[in-house]
T-cell receptor
């Protein structure tokens, strides 16, 4: 079974803090994705990566950065957290040319 | 522009009955893929079923089947014999099979409640 894990299920941070969300997959998938999910807005892609050290912006990259130093790990970084980044963050992975994405359990982030 | 539309924000179904969740899509690509995901209240997105645009048969996966009508650009999910554990959000998504084929385009979801 594909397994995607995320470092935290719940996270509370203060405005201005630097926040790291980590995602690890164990299926040797080339592609990894970070989404945020907000009520009424659905899933919005923040960044994705198709190889180590490679990244591409998604639909809403502002205020975020990512790092992929190893194939199995994809980190999302909020350089200076703001209250409008309070959201559910979902990580996913997939094979290079296959569409089915497999998701982690999600991280509910609250920025105060 | 490519788009996924799920017109039903919420649906109710009686336990053991079948339910159809609607999904229509818009694309000019001749080749594409369609997906359905389930998201229980715990938050994890669970992949349910996939249909390729050139697949001759409708996809099935256990109690899930996809009613694919290409001319109508619809890809409705049918859940047979509903169970209480089917209560969740359901999302339809589409992938292009040409060009940038890594990203999925998502609908806004349908909330399904199964009544005992």
């Amino acid at each position: 079974d594909v397994k995607v894990t995320q470092s935290s299920r719940y996270l509370v941070k203060r405005t201005g803090e630097k926040v790291f969300l980590e995602c690890v997959q164990d299926m040797d998938h080339e592609n990894m994705f970070w989404y945020r999910q907000d009520p009424g807005l659905g899933l919005r892609l923040i960044y994705f990566s198709y190889d180590v050290k490679m990244k591409e912006k998604g639909d809403i990259p502002e205020g975020y950065s990512v790092s992929r130093e190893k194939k199995e790990r994809f980190s999302l970084i909020l350089e200076s957290a703001s209250t409008n980044q309070t959201s559910m963050y979902l990580c996913a992975s997939s094979r290079l040319h296959e569409g089915a994405q497999y998701f982690g359990p999600g991280t509910r982030l609250l920025v105060l | 522009a490519q788009k996924i539309t799920q017109t039903q924000p919420g649906m109710f179904v009686q336990e053991k009955e079948a339910v159809t969740l609607d999904c229509t899509y818009d694309t000019s690509d001749p080749s594409y893929g369609l997906f359905w995901y389930k998201q229980p209240s715990s938050g994890e997105m669970i992949f349910l079923i996939y249909q390729g645009s050139y697949d001759q048969q409708n996809a099935t996966e256990g109690r899930y089947s996809l009613n694919f009508q290409k001319a109508r650009k619809s890809a409705n999910l049918v859940i047979s014999a509903s169970q209480l554990g089917d209560s969740a959000m359901y999302f339809c998504a589409m992938r292009r099979n040409a060009g940038n084929n890594r990203k999925l385009i998502w609908g806004l979801g349908t909330s399904l409640a199964v009544n005992p």
